[in-house]
């Protein structure tokens, strides 16, 4: 009896391992390397300087007034960001001016009231350190301004 229960164990033992060699090999992954490929490698601190730069190119463009607390809060944010990064004057400078013109070329709006100059006013609203300014009200020609408010209705007896 004993013989027979080694014999069981082994055989337990033994006859996975013989079908585990046997098993294939699991497929190796097909990686595609694709060169062309955009990789975003630039840091945090370099994609909050470029919108910095591009509120500020807004700014200049279209002559929307900034409080002094914002202009300064601004301008201290841009030297801290361009010091993390490294960048001294000279490079700083070039760099606004590429960004400013970038700015020219994609056609900013400086119309009163356009999406660009609320953009560059939410924006210095933040600096100033009063937060983002409320929600403009909806306009008479909004027709969800038009619509009345649903009552609800009351429940049948």
Same mark, same amino acid.
């Given at each position: ?27 190796? @992954? ?12 630039? @840091? #945090?601190?370099?994609?909050?300087? +470029? ?5 500020? &190119? ?7 007034? *900034?409080?002094? @607390?914002?202009? +300064? ?6 030297? #801290? ?10 490079? &700083?400078? *070039? &760099? ?22 609320? #953009? *560059? ?37």
């Amino acid at each position: 009896m004993p013989r027979l229960s080694l014999a069981l164990s082994l055989l337990a033992v033994l006859a996975p391992a013989a079908y585990a060699q046997d098993a294939a090999p699991a497929a190796k @992954p097909n990686i595609t390397v694709d060169p062309r490929a955009i990789v975003d490698s630039m @840091p #945090q601190q370099g994609t909050l300087l +470029t919108g910095l730069y591009a509120t500020q &190119a807004t700014i200049e463009l279209c002559s929307v007034e *900034a409080s002094e @607390p914002a202009t +300064t809060a601004m301008n201290a944010h841009r030297r #801290q960001l361009e010091t993390e990064l490294r960048m001294d004057e000279p490079t &700083a400078a *070039a &760099a606004y001016a590429a960004i400013k013109s970038d700015v020219e070329k994609a056609g900013v709006d400086c119309a009163e009231g356009s999406s660009d100059r609320q #953009q *560059a006013a939410q924006v210095i609203a933040i600096y100033s350190g009063a937060g983002a300014p409320p929600a403009q009200p909806a306009s008479p020609m909004d027709p969800a301004a038009s619509a009345p408010a649903a009552t609800p209705a009351t429940p049948a007896q």
